[in-house]
């Protein structure tokens, strides 16, 4: 089972995309986009924004993304592998612009209804993920959500018996740090934590779960409550985190030596320059390849590919450098 993740893309300054053409030719079984799909707060200020003027920007934005030739193919060459093969999440630039926290802003009057208008359209994006061509044609095509329908957008996926993808919503819920006391911060909030926990202890032994995340581990350290309750899931099960959001690749491995280790494997930056609009171009993005006795992970820049990282299941730990492959230079 392979898939491949990434994260940050630009269509206002990237119409062309070739780091999905070079996903399509690694052939995954499933297809992971973890946040930053669009960016609603380049060029423009959103804050400023009517409500209708937010919703038509954020749905200009999805439609120039969907309309890349490299992602448009490589969404088709998905799809034809039947059933629902490609996820996304979003994070703080397709919630609402750099840094939105969604327990803030509803209490500001003024912005509160953009949240809606960028729920409503990351749904049907998600959607069109799946089934191409069916993203509307227009804002005005679109219907608000349904009453109550406003909490955080977790969902337990099943790829396998014995793996699992766990799509976190890190913005609906999440608090700011400044000035708030950490007792009262929150990145996923009580209710998904526990529906994570939930589906987690619910999945057959030994399975392997990857969690989908906008934020990385450095993110998530800012909300000392959920970054505890997250490593101690993490603690009696195989977690591998995939993040998004800071433009680079890297691997990480965390939790207490007593417990298995929470992984994490950062695939950042598909289409878009290190510092956004300014520095290098880079096209960043990860394999995952889940197999009988490990989990290998591989990450993809302009220049080739790194070691793999190989994490055995039976033990959850990390091979050692030195085992495995070498540094390659050849296409995935």
């Not at 800071?246 to 965390?254: E, G, M, Q, R, W």
């Not at 878009?272 to 006795?293: K, P, S, T, Y």
């Not at 055995?312 to 085992?323: C, F, I, K, L, S």
């Amino acid at each position: 089972m392979k898939i491949a993740f990434t994260s940050c893309m630009l269509a206002q300054r990237f119409d062309r995309q070739p780091v999905w053409e070079r996903i399509q030719a690694a052939d995954p079984d499933y297809l992971l986009l973890l946040g930053d799909a669009i960016y609603l707060d380049i060029d423009v200020a959103p804050r400023r924004m009517s409500d209708d003027e937010f919703g038509e920007h954020c749905h200009a934005l999805y439609r120039a993304q969907l309309a890349v030739p490299e992602f448009d193919a490589l969404l088709r060459h998905m799809a034809a592998k039947g059933g629902r093969r490609v996820f996304a999440i979003w994070d703080d630039h397709d919630f609402l612009w750099n840094d939105a926290a969604g327990a803030a802003i509803v209490e500001i009057p003024e912005h509160r209804d953009k949240i809606p208008r960028s729920r409503v359209l990351f749904g049907a994006f998600r959607q069109a993920l799946t089934e191409v061509g069916s993203f509307p044609a227009s804002f005005h095509e679109t219907q608000p959500p349904a009453a109550g329908d406003d909490g955080p957008m977790y969902e337990a996926v099943p790829l396998q018996d014995d793996l699992w993808l766990h799509l976190t919503d890190g913005r609906t819920c999440r608090t700011e740090t400044w000035l708030v006391p950490q007792r009262s911060r929150a990145i996923l909030g009580q209710p998904q934590l526990a529906a994570m926990a939930a589906a987690v202890a619910a999945a057959a032994p030994g399975a392997v779960h990857l969690v989908a995340s906008g934020s990385t581990s450095a993110g998530w350290k800012k909300y000392l409550h959920d970054w505890t309750a997250l490593n101690a899931i993490a603690d009696g099960h195989r977690l591998l985190m995939l993040s998004g959001d800071v433009h680079y690749n890297v691997f990480a491995s965390h939790g207490d030596a007593d417990g298995l280790a929470l992984h994490e494997a950062t695939a950042s930056g598909a289409a878009i320059r290190d510092a956004v609009v300014f520095g290098d171009e880079i096209e960043n993005f990860g394999i995952a390849e889940v197999l009988a006795g490990e989990v290998q992970v591989r990450f993809f820049h302009r220049k080739g590919q790194s070691r793999p990282r190989r994490i055995g299941r039976a033990d959850w730990t990390v091979a050692r450098q030195g085992q495995g492959s070498a540094w390659h230079h050849a296409g995935p």
